[in-house]
C-alpha cells in the first residue's frame, strides 16, 4: 500500500453539470478524502479485528472454563466496553479539535488506536495471570474506543470542510468506505490465520494481525501529517477564539440534535451485528465454517468500496433523506433474509443476502451517516457536536451483538428476534429522518447550522 495521497477513481468523480462551488481547494478536497479514506481504513482495520476474534478466539483466551453461551455473551459484551466510553471522549476530542484544530487530534486518535491494538496482540491469555487477563483486555478496549470516538466525525468534518458545497456527500462518503475497507482488510487477516492448527490459531497465531497495527501508525501519521486545516474551520477559528467552550454550546443550545441524532445513529447497529454477532452465530449455531462466514465479510466490504461512493453522488443529486431511508428500509427487510439464509447453512445464499444486507442497504446509509450527523452543527462547534451526539447514539451499537447474543432463541428460527432488533433499529432511524431530520444537500458549507447557532436546535 502505498501512503502518498490518493485521487478517487475517475468514474466516481461527481458530474461535471452541477454548478462549480465559489470556494477554491478542489485538490484539497481530493487529498482531504484520500487521507480520510486511507486513515480511516487504517483506523477501523484495527477496531474490527477486535470484533472478529471477540467472535472467534476470546472467548476461548479470556472467558475459559464457563458455559460457551455465556462466553459468547461475555466476549460480545466487551465490545460494548469501547462504546462506553465514547461520548466522554467524544466530548473531549471534539473540544479541542473544534478549538487546536482537526488535524491534530486525528493523529491522537490513529496514535491510540494503533498502541492499544498492538498491546492487546500482547496480552497473555487467563490461563497464564488469570483475571487480570480480561481485565486488561476491556481496558484496551475502552482506549480502542476512546480513539474511534473522534475517528469518523473528525475525518468527516475536515473532509466536508474542504469540499465543494455541491459534492460535501460524495467527498465524505470515502470516509466510511475507508471503514468498509478496514472491515474487508480485518477480515481478510483473520482468515489468513484461521488456516493455522487450531493449537497454533489460539496460542499465537490470533495475535498476529493486532501486532501489526505497528504498521498502521506509521503509514496513517505520514498521510494525516501533510493534510492542511481547511479555510472553513480557520476562518471560525478566528471569529470564535474568545468565544464558550464548544461543548457548553453543545449542550445548552444544541440538546435537541443530540437527542435526534441518538435516536437516527441506530442504523449503525447493522453493522456490529453482521460482522460480530453474525460471525459467531453462523459459525457456532449451524457450523457454517468460518472462512466461508469470514468470506462473506470481505465480498459485502469489496463491493461497499465500490458503491458507497455512489450513494454520495445520488445523495448530492437528489438529496441525503430519500437515499438515507431507503437504504435503511432495505437493510430492515434484509435482516429477516441474512438471517434466514444462514439457518439454512447454504453458502451462496449467505452471500446473496449479505450482499443485499450490507453492500445495497447499509451501502447506501453507511457513506452518508457521519456526513448528515456533521451537517447539523455550525463549524465553530461542529467536531464537538457531531462527535458527542454521534458517539451516545453509538452505545446501543457497541451492545448490539451482546444484546443480540442474549435474545437469539434456540433452534432453527431463533435468529427472528435478533432480526426483528435489527429492523427496528433501522425503521427508527428511517422515521426520525423522514420526520425531523432537515435537507441539506443545497446548503452552503458556511451556512450549516447558522439557525442552531441562533440558539434553536438545527
Given at each position: 500500500m ?13 458530474p ?9 481547494g ?32 476470546f472467548?476461548?483466551?479470556f ?10 455473551i461475555?466476549s460480545?459484551a466487551t ?31 490513529l ?19 488469570g ?12 482506549l480502542?474506543g ?9 475525518a468527516v ?19 466510511n ?8 482488510l480485518?477480515?481478510?487477516?483473520f ?20 501486532l ?5 501508525v ?10 492542511p ?6 476562518a471560525?477559528?478566528?471569529e ?5 467552550l ?10 435537541r ?8 445513529g441506530?442504523?449503525?447497529?447493522v453493522?456490529?451485528v ?23 465479510t470481505?465480498?459485502t ?28 428500509i ?15 447453512a ?18 447506501m ?23 458527542t451526539?454521534s ?5 446501543v ?7 443480540a447474543?442474549a435474545?437469539?432463541q434456540?433452534g432453527?428460527?431463533?435468529?427472528v428476534?435478533?432480526a ?22 443545497q ?10 447557532s ?5
Open positions: 502505498t501512503a502518498g495521497p490518493i485521487v478517487p477513481p475517475s468514474p466516481l468523480t461527481p461535471a453539470e452541477q454548478a462549480p462551488d465559489s470556494r477554491e478542489t485538490t484539497h478536497a481530493r487529498r482531504a478524502a484520500a487521507a480520510s479514506f486511507i486513515g480511516s481504513t487504517l483506523e477501523y482495520y484495527d477496531f474490527f479485528i477486535y470484533g472478529s476474534a471477540s467472535a472467534l478466539i472467548n476461548k483466551i472467558f475459559p472454563g464457563i458455559d460457551p453461551a455465556l462466553g459468547t461475555l460480545m465490545i460494548g466496553i469501547g462504546y462506553v466510553v465514547r461520548p466522554l471522549a467524544a466530548s473531549v476530542i471534539g473540544h479541542f479539535g473544534d478549538r487546536l484544530g482537526r488535524r491534530q487530534m486525528l493523529v491522537l486518535t496514535v491510540v488506536m494503533g498502541v492499544a491494538t498492538f498491546l492487546i496482540g500482547c496480552l497473555p491469555p487467563a490461563a497464564a495471570i483475571a487480570a487477563a480480561p481485565v486488561l483486555l476491556v481496558v484496551l478496549r475502552a480502542q476512546a480513539s474511534a470516538a473522534g475517528e469518523s466525525v473528525g468534518t475536515m473532509t466536508m470542510e474542504h469540499a465543494p458545497s455541491n459534492k460535501r456527500a460524495f467527498y465524505s462518503s470515502w470516509v468506505t475507508g471503514a468498509v475497507a478496514g472491515i474487508m480485518a477480515s481478510l487477516a482468515l489468513a490465520v484461521s488456516l493455522l492448527p487450531q493449537e497454533d490459531l489460539l496460542s499465537w497465531g490470533w495475535r498476529l494481525p493486532f501489526a497495527s505497528i504498521l498502521v506509521a503509514v496513517g501519521l505520514y498521510i494525516r501529517l501533510r493534510l486545516e481547511s479555510e472553513v474551520f480557520e471560525a477559528k478566528e470564535g477564539a474568545s468565544q464558550e464548544p461543548l457548553k454550546v453543545v449542550l445548552r443550545d444544541h440538546w440534535t443530540i437527542v435526534k441524532v441518538i435516536f437516527f441506530l442504523w449503525s447497529v453493522s456490529s453482521f460482522a460480530a454477532f453474525g460471525l459467531a452465530y453462523a459459525t457456532g449455531k449451524f457450523g457454517v465454517p468460518s472462512a466461508a462466514m469470514l468470506g462473506v470481505i465480498a466490504a469489496a463491493l461497499g468500496i465500490i458503491a458507497q461512493p455512489y450513494a454520495g453522488i445520488l445523495a448530492d443529486r437528489i438529496g441525503r433523506k430519500p437515499v438515507f431511508i431507503t437504504g435503511n432495505i437493510c430492515a427487510v434484509a435482516a429477516f433474509a441474512y438471517f434466514w439464509s444462514i439457518s439454512t447454504v453458502v451462496p445464499l449467505i452471500f446473496a443476502s449479505g450482499i443485499l444486507f450490507m453492500t445495497v442497504g447499509y451501502g446509509v453507511n457513506p452518508l451517516g457521519p456526513a448528515m450527523t456533521a451537517e447539523m452543527f455550525p463549524t465553530r462547534i461542529r467536531y464537538t457536536g457531531a462527535a451526539a458517539q451516545l447514539g453509538l452505545v451499537t457497541g451492545f448490539a451483538p451482546a444484546i447474543a435474545i437469539v434456540p432453527p428460527v431463533g435468529w428476534p435478533v426483528a432488533f435489527t429492523a427496528a433499529c433501522c425503521l427508527v432511524s428511517a422515521a426520525v429522518t423522514a420526520i425531523w431530520v432537515k435537507e441539506t444537500y446548503v452552503p458549507t458556511e451556512a450549516l447550522g447558522a439557525k442552531a441562533a440558539g434553536t436546535s438545527a
